[in-house]
């Protein structure tokens, strides 16, 4: 007959603490990595609004530098002080220097065609007033309203306007102010013509023009803005 040896039970409280399984803390999860993502294309940066003096958009046309016969003076203070807008500068040359509102530089500009160009509507009306010439062209045969029609400078065309320059006057390349306006002023550029045409025709209907023309153009002006609209 065999023998079964009695089984001997230890209640885990009886064992030595050697033998009792401590419960191992848990081990710290590694941080994932970051899967790799592709980066965004680098973003290209808007067109610099670069022009004579980093503040304006540059004007459509690339003028030349030739002089063309025309006394030619370099950056002299007028034009650097609309250039800057300095007031008080701008007042100081006039002061000095009243003949310089009849200066010219190497592209041909005026004092007016740098202000209707940097949109210093006070300062052209100033110079307008001291009998600077509103449709003086240069060596492209741009007017300052060419300028403040490419610069989208309404006011400066208005102020043009209001001291009677050509608002339809073709430069060298066959193009008037309306042909370079920016959008932004092109269809009040517009509006102003037939305006100024509507009042052409009545003045001369209301004087009685006859044989000089002066109704007929004023009629066809109207009607090519009217077409153009």
């Not at 790799?36 to 290209?44: H, N, Q, S, V």
């Not at 040359?93 to 003949?99: F, V």
């Not at 006011?155 to 306006?181: F, S």
């Not at 023009?209 to 004023?218: C, K, L, P, Q, S």
Request: with cysteine; aromatic share 2%.
């Amino acid at each position: 007959m065999m023998m079964t040896s009695p089984v001997i039970r230890f209640s885990r409280s009886s064992l030595p603490l050697a033998s009792v399984r401590k419960k191992s803390a848990p081990c710290p999860r590694r941080p994932r990595a970051a899967s790799p993502r592709a980066l965004p294309p680098a973003r290209t940066p808007p067109r610099a609004r670069v022009a004579m003096g980093g503040q304006k958009k540059p004007a459509k046309k690339k003028k030349s530098s030739s002089s063309g016969g025309a006394k030619v003076s370099s950056q002299t203070p007028v034009f650097g002080s609309i250039e800057d807008g300095d007031a008080e500068e701008f007042a100081e040359c006039l002061a000095r220097t009243p003949q310089c509102v009849h200066e010219t530089n190497k592209n041909g500009w005026t004092p007016a065609h740098q202000a209707a160009f940097s949109g210093e509507v006070e300062m052209l009306k100033t110079l307008i007033a001291r009998g600077a010439a509103v449709d003086k062209r240069d060596h492209d045969g741009d007017t300052p309203v060419h300028y403040a029609a490419a610069q989208g400078e309404m006011d400066c065309i208005r102020a043009l306007a209001d001291a009677g320059c050509a608002l339809e006057l073709k430069d060298n390349d066959g193009e008037t102010p309306v042909d370079v306006a920016s959008k932004a002023v092109k269809k009040d550029l517009k509006a102003l013509i037939k305006e100024r045409a509507e009042r052409a025709e009545k003045k001369g209907e209301e004087e009685g023009v006859g044989g000089d023309g002066g109704v007929e153009e004023a009629a066809a002006t109207l009607a090519a803005a009217s077409i153009e609209d």
